[in-house]
């Protein structure tokens, strides 16, 4: 099901057949533990969505490159508010047929009133002149006559369809800043991944929206695991070389990797960055059993925080506090189960109760875990691996996906509201692609084609 190099549990567990705000989950039954609760999510809280209307920007000059910037800029600022999960997008069918270009050409009731029937309207105008594309962009309450603007932004840029495509992320970002409770957007957003292709896995990155796929590593070899650093400066990952899987780094300021001393010896792999952004922990095989460490970003400094019989893999920082580890264990049962327990190796508990667990992702509020899990794993059992989400607090979950073939890897948007994951229908390396849905589970949608594995979503 899952290759050797897709995940380390995995890889041993085939051996020894054992190896955000933003998102505020409100709990609203106290029944059973490990059983499937109801928990609403700021996205299927049966609260209404704002229903806002993204009007086509009008053309502010006629340079040759107006229109098709103009273009690129409608469509990704359309996506991207239609994809934040806390607006009701007006169908562009039901908009009034007049483009409005400035506040005083706008009239107000065309919007407000039936068909359209829009709380708030977005509009604007973009032009190139003197090798700069403008566009003055601005939010209106439609129902508030007296007093409608909301916002008002103006940027400029070299002109080229990466910009007007920036300019409508952060446009959008805005609207939903001031929009979604003050929780900032996600449209300037990357997710890391692991691309398959020729015999190799290189890390690759791309826009939240699938946008920009581009390769990050060209080392020839099998690297997996990517994590950006909190700053965005640096993705550290795991690579195969002579010495088998070790943690490597890779800066995004330079383009190049960086160093990153070995470990002491064993199998390195899993890293993952504490929030500070001056630790790094990962599991590493080097007193002969996977158990979690923690070394400073340099490889230094490096301590045991797990010292049990069985692999220890997968840790992942609570990214509001710090204080806190989520990783998979075998140590109980044989079978992976998901745990957490302070950074100092302390407080440990088991969250799961059976089946088998992998690829533990916090939430930003550090409240939730969303984790791969096979709940009846075993020969003949019926399910499937599916992507869950639990309530740290008290262990209850849901389940999010459901019969569309193994699912793994999940990883939370920094606004709370989203969650990506790897899926294939048939669980193959190679037809593995990358898909993105609400932290509810709806509007699933593929951003990625087959061979691609393993997303993390930068931290901001």
Not at 74 to 94: E, P, Q
Not at 142 to 155: D, E, F, G, S
Not at 447 to 460: F, I, V
């Amino acid at each position: 099901m899952l290759s050797s190099t897709r995940l380390p549990f995995a890889h041993t567990a085939r051996q020894l057949k054992l190896w955000l705000a933003a998102l505020t989950l409100l709990l609203v039954s106290t029944s059973a533990l490990h059983a499937q609760d109801w928990f609403k999510t700021e996205t299927s809280s049966g609260a209404s969505n704002i229903r806002i209307a993204v009007a086509d920007f009008k053309p502010s000059l006629t340079d040759a490159q107006t229109a098709a910037l103009k273009s690129t800029f409608d469509a990704t600022l359309y996506s991207d508010l239609a994809n934040s999960g806390i607006f009701d997008i007006v169908s562009k069918s039901l908009q009034p047929q007049t483009t409005p270009g400035a506040p005083n050409e706008i009239n107000l009731p065309q919007w407000s009133n039936a068909p359209t029937s829009a709380a708030m309207v977005a509009f604007g105008a973009l032009g190139v002149q003197s090798g700069k594309v403008t566009v003055n962009g601005y939010l209106f309450d439609a129902k508030n006559t007296q007093y409608p603007q909301v916002l008002a932004k103006q940027y400029s840029e070299d002109p080229s369809e990466d910009s007007a495509r920036q300019i409508a992320h952060r446009f959008a970002d805005e609207i939903i800043f001031r929009l979604g409770g003050g929780v900032p957007g996600i449209a300037e957003t990357k997710i890391f991944y692991v691309k398959l292709g020729g015999g190799t896995k290189e890390i690759w990155a791309m826009d939240y929206d699938g946008a920009n796929q581009h390769p990050i590593t060209q080392l020839g070899t099998v690297s997996i695991s990517p994590r950006v650093s909190p700053d965005n400066t640096r993705v550290a990952f795991s690579s195969l070389g002579k010495d088998g899987f070790q943690i490597r780094m890779f800066s995004l300021l330079l383009g190049r990797p960086v160093n990153f001393p070995s470990a002491g010896g064993g199998t390195n792999l899993s890293p993952a960055w504490s929030p500070s952004g001056k630790e790094i922990a990962y599991s590493s095989s080097r007193t002969g059993d996977p158990e979690i460490w923690i070394s400073d970003v340099n490889g230094g400094l490096s301590r045991r925080i797990t010292s049990f019989h069985g692999p220890d893999v997968s840790p992942v920082y609570n990214p509001r506090s710090g204080s806190q580890i989520a990783w998979i264990s075998a140590r109980s049962t044989g079978l992976p189960q998901l745990y957490i327990m302070d950074t100092d190796g302390s407080a440990v508990t088991r969250m799961t109760d059976g089946g088998y667990a992998s690829s533990p992702s916090w939430s930003p509020d550090g409240h939730f875990l969303t984790f791969a899990w096979d709940r009846k794993y075993g020969p003949g059992a019926p399910g499937g691996r599916d992507i869950y989400v639990m309530e740290v607090a008290t262990k209850r979950w849901i389940q999010l996906t459901h019969d569309i073939g193994p699912c793994d890897f999940p990883s939370w948007s920094p606004d709370g509201r989203h969650i990506v994951f790897a899926n294939a229908a048939d669980g193959k390396d190679a037809h593995m692609k990358i898909w993105t849905m609400l932290a509810d589970g709806t509007q699933r949608r593929a951003l990625t084609g087959p061979g691609a594995d393993m997303p993390n979503w930068s931290w901001k």
